[in-house]
């Protein structure tokens, strides 16, 4: 595996989720910044030793409402 997917979405509480694609692997934290470091921990924590894929996306999704 070359690569891992996570979509990831503003939580209604505040802060951000992330989960992975394809893989039972989720995490959250109040920031962004904060959120791609647990990203990488807990992808790290998945995989073996030199299983890991060598890319992490994230999809960042963000969902706005307009009022007319």
Known sequence: MTEI?????????????????GRSIFTEADTLALLRANVREAVQCHFEDGHAPRLIRLHIVRDEVLAT
Request: proline share 6%; net charge negative; glycine share 12%.
């Open 5 to 21: 997917v996570f979509l990831v979405e503003e939580s209604p509480e505040g802060g951000y989720t992330a989960r992975a694609l």
